[in-house]
């Protein structure tokens, strides 16, 4: 059974960096495209950046060039390193599987890392 356990959100500044970490298990990591996703509440869940096996990466309009998206396959860990960060990136942050269509590959989600940018 696949499990995501997201960490690394907190209380920052704007302006502001943070590093999230994402593990994974119960599939053959390595071979997975994996995504990072934002919710705010009353909002649908958004994929934001996805890593593919080769590390080829995507990102959103939104975060593309202050957010990176990478991944270590001995440790089945994608991590996701947001600097000047924004108020609007405050959200529960999530990771999951990606498919090549970029969709979701997993109903189950892990709980969430919650990022907040405040002064």
């Known amino acids: 059974q696949v499990e995501f356990v997201e960490s690394g959100g907190e209380l920052v500044q704007p302006g502001g960096s943070l590093r999230l970490s994402c593990v994974v298990s119960?599939?053959?990591?390595?071979?997975?495209?994996m995504g990072w996703y934002r919710q705010t509440p009353g909002q649908r869940r958004e994929l934001i950046a996805r890593i593919e096996p080769n590390n080829l990466t995507y990102y959103s309009e939104d975060v593309k060039g202050r957010f990176t998206i990478t991944r270590d396959n001995s440790r089945e860990t994608v991590f996701l390193q947001m600097n000047n960060l924004k108020p609007t990136d405050t959200a529960t942050y999530y990771c999951?599987?990606?498919?090549?269509?970029?969709?979701?590959?997993?109903?189950?989600w892990g709980p969430g890392t919650q990022v907040t940018v405040s002064s």
């Open positions: 119960g599939i053959y990591f390595r071979v997975y495209y």
């Open positions: 999951n599987a990606v498919n090549i269509d970029f969709s979701t590959a997993y109903r189950s």
